[in-house]
């Protein structure tokens, strides 16, 4: 099943419409005001919306649904069933498209914390793999396993950030942790004022993508400056420039100091 993320943005002043939609337990998306379920009757982003909806339904989908003019604390995780269809529910003069979810679980950010910081940010419907170990686990009632392979994207290059200073390659940060620049997931200073700059990958991938991210770590080259790239042990690189660290190594050392066994206990498991 994909896993996906769904937004709805109807205004403040159309509250009741997410509050219907909230306890009926059903998304809906709302763009060209007709009847059609069909993409191919709406223009760019409708129809981009539609058929992803519409390849969910085929297929089956986990979702995650949030309504923050409606409820900023907490949002909807359930299923599309495989089968389902897309319903036009009239709202006075408002024509949504919607579709129903089922074995829903409502959860608080608080709680889950990861999936408020991590959600797309463009977009009204879209995939949300870097969120599919922590969704799955929700819904099967299943606490995730205290290893690497559970932690999510953004929590690892936090953890990889806190190995860097653990190490002591790191003193100071200079940008914010990921998202900052394309090639670039953490960027800071040594004791020395070295520039150190390093690479998060968290998937194990083919050679061909890592040998091209290594290609654009390597452009911050410089006498000055240490490059470092994380990623799975079974994607280990041999490049003198760059400093290859396995995710596996980061997380079986910080778990030896109490401090980070705690953090990383929080990351998975927030209400703890």
């Given at each position: 099943m994909e896993e996906i993320f769904i937004r709805h943005k109807l205004g403040k002043e159309r509250k009741y419409i997410l509050r219907d939609l909230w306890s009926k337990k059903r998304i809906a998306v709302h763009f060209k005001n007709i009847s059609s379920t069909n993409p191919k009757d709406y223009e760019f982003a409708g129809r981009l919306a539609l058929t992803r909806l519409q390849n969910c339904c085929n297929t089956g989908s986990i979702v995650a649904a949030a309504y923050r003019d409606l409820d900023k604390?907490?949002?909807?995780?359930?299923?599309?069933?495989?089968?389902?269809?897309?319903?036009?529910?009239?709202?006075?003069?408002?024509?949504?498209?919607?579709?129903?979810?089922?074995?829903?679980?409502?959860?608080?950010?608080?709680?889950?914390?990861?999936?408020?910081?991590?959600?797309?940010?463009?977009?009204?419907?879209?995939?949300?793999?870097?969120?599919?170990?922590?969704?799955?686990?929700?819904?099967?009632?299943?606490?995730?396993?205290f290893s690497v392979d559970s932690i999510a994207p953004e929590y690892l290059e936090i953890l990889c950030y806190e190995y860097l200073r653990y190490k002591h390659y790191i003193d100071l940060l200079l940008l914010p942790i990921g998202r900052t620049l394309?090639?670039?997931?953490?960027?800071?200073?040594?004791?020395?004022?070295?520039?150190?700059?390093?690479?998060?990958?968290?998937?194990?991938?083919?050679?061909?993508?890592?040998?091209?991210?290594?290609?654009?770590?390597?452009?911050?080259?410089?006498?000055?400056t240490k490059l470092f790239y994380f990623g799975p042990k079974d994607n280990q690189i041999k490049e003198k420039e760059v400093i290859f660290i396995p995710i596996e190594t980061v997380f079986a050392e910080l778990i030896k100091k109490s401090k980070y066994k705690y953090l990383i206990r929080k990351m998975l498991y927030s209400a703890d």
């Amino acid at each position: 099943m994909e896993e996906i993320f769904i937004r709805h943005k109807l205004g403040k002043e159309r509250k009741y419409i997410l509050r219907d939609l909230w306890s009926k337990k059903r998304i809906a998306v709302h763009f060209k005001n007709i009847s059609s379920t069909n993409p191919k009757d709406y223009e760019f982003a409708g129809r981009l919306a539609l058929t992803r909806l519409q390849n969910c339904c085929n297929t089956g989908s986990i979702v995650a649904a949030a309504y923050r003019d409606l409820d900023k604390a907490r949002m909807l995780i359930g299923i599309i069933k495989k089968g389902a269809k897309i319903e036009t529910v009239k709202y006075g003069n408002l024509k949504l498209k919607t579709v129903q979810l089922h074995k829903v679980k409502i959860i608080s950010y608080n709680k889950f914390p990861l999936l408020a910081a991590i959600q797309p940010r463009q977009g009204t419907i879209t995939g949300w793999p870097s969120a599919k170990t922590h969704l799955e686990s929700i819904l099967k009632h299943n606490k995730l396993s205290f290893s690497v392979d559970s932690i999510a994207p953004e929590y690892l290059e936090i953890l990889c950030y806190e190995y860097l200073r653990y190490k002591h390659y790191i003193d100071l940060l200079l940008l914010p942790i990921g998202r900052t620049l394309q090639d670039i997931d953490i960027r800071g200073i040594s004791k020395k004022k070295e520039n150190v700059i390093a690479q998060v990958t968290y998937r194990r991938t083919d050679i061909n993508a890592i040998n091209n991210k290594i290609k654009h770590l390597k452009k911050y080259k410089s006498t000055n400056t240490k490059l470092f790239y994380f990623g799975p042990k079974d994607n280990q690189i041999k490049e003198k420039e760059v400093i290859f660290i396995p995710i596996e190594t980061v997380f079986a050392e910080l778990i030896k100091k109490s401090k980070y066994k705690y953090l990383i206990r929080k990351m998975l498991y927030s209400a703890d």
